[in-house]
C-alpha cells in the first residue's frame, strides 16, 4: 500500500491559474436530493476535527456534514492510504453565518495591514483564501453546498502531517502547487511538498478538485469542481441541515 501512495512522489503539483468568480457564478446547477451527511459516521482511517467549532467560531457546528457522494468519496480516499496514514476532515459544510464571519475577519485583517488597498483589491486578496459570502441558489458559496471539504493527512497515530503551512494561513505558501516552485528544498520542505502531493493524488484519484490557493481544499460536485474539471453543469446548490423543526414544517 504504501508503495500505491508514493507514485504520486513523481507528480509534481501543476499551477493552476485562480477561478475566475464570474465565470464560476455562472456555471448551470442541475440540483441535487442527496442528502448532507455527518462524517463521524464514518470509519476509520477518517478522522473528525471541526476545527471551526474547536475555535470557537460563532455559529460553527461541532460535526462535518458534506453531501452523501462526498462522503463515498472520501471513504474511497481513505481506504486508499496506506496503514500508516490516516485522512483529518476539518471541515465540509458550513453555516452562511460561518462564511459571513470568516469572509469578514479576514478582509479586516488584510486591511489593517494594507491600508492603501483600494476595494477591488482588498476583495480579490479576501478572495483568495475566503468565498464570498452568498446564499443565491444559482452562485452559493462553495461550503455552502456540502460538496466543498477541507482535508489533510494524518500519521498512524492521528497527528497532521507537515504541508508546509497550517491549515487556513493565508499566505502564498498555502497555495498548492507553492512547493513545487522550490528548486532546491531542504528536508523539510521537500516532505512538506511529498505530503502535499500524497493528498493531492489521492483526492485527485477520486474526482476531487482542488481550489489552486489552498492545498486542504477540494471540491466535489459543486461550481468549483465544475469549472476545474470540465463539466458543464455543477450537481449541487445550497443546502441545509435537516432538523425537527424543518421536518415538522413540510409534514404540517
Not at 452559493?140 to 453546498?145: A, E, Q, V
Not at 497550517?166 to 513545487?180: C, G, I, K, N, Q
Request: with cysteine; glycine share 6%.
Amino acid at each position: 500500500m504504501e508503495t500505491s501512495l508514493n507514485r504520486f512522489l513523481s507528480s509534481p503539483i501543476e499551477r493552476h491559474t485562480e477561478p475566475d468568480w464570474s465565470v464560476v457564478s455562472r456555471i448551470p446547477i442541475t440540483g441535487s436530493d442527496e442528502p448532507l451527511v455527518p462524517l463521524s459516521l464514518a470509519p476509520s482511517p477518517i478522522k473528525v476535527f471541526p476545527v471551526y467549532a474547536k475555535e470557537d467560531i460563532p455559529g460553527a457546528i461541532n460535526e462535518c456534514y458534506v453531501r452523501e457522494g462526498v462522503y463515498r468519496r472520501l471513504l474511497k480516499v481513505a481506504r486508499s492510504l496506506p496503514a500508516e496514514y490516516g485522512l483529518i476532515v476539518l471541515d465540509g459544510w458550513r453555516p452562511w453565518r460561518v462564511q459571513q464571519y470568516l469572509f469578514d475577519t479576514l478582509q479586516e485583517t488584510i486591511r489593517s495591514h494594507h491600508p492603501a488597498l483600494g476595494e477591488e483589491a482588498l476583495l480579490e486578496r479576501t478572495r483568495e483564501f475566503v468565498a464570498v459570502p452568498s446564499r443565491e441558489a444559482s452562485s452559493p458559496s462553495p461550503h455552502l453546498t456540502g460538496g466543498a471539504v477541507d482535508v489533510t493527512l494524518s500519521d498512524a497515530d492521528g497527528l497532521p502531517l507537515d504541508m508546509g503551512t497550517l491549515f487556513d494561513e493565508a499566505v502564498p505558501a498555502s497555495h498548492t502547487a507553492a512547493l513545487e516552485a522550490i528548486s532546491r528544498p531542504d528536508a523539510r520542505q521537500r516532505q512538506a511538498r511529498d505530503n502535499r502531493r500524497r493528498l493531492y493524488g489521492a483526492m485527485r484519484e477520486q474526482g476531487f478538485t482542488n481550489l489552486p490557493s489552498e492545498w486542504w481544499h477540494y471540491d466535489a460536485g459543486d461550481q468549483l469542481w465544475a469549472h476545474y474539471s470540465g463539466h458543464a453543469q455543477a450537481l449541487y446548490g445550497p443546502a441545509e441541515l435537516e432538523t425537527i423543526e424543518s421536518r415538522w414544517r413540510r409534514q404540517l
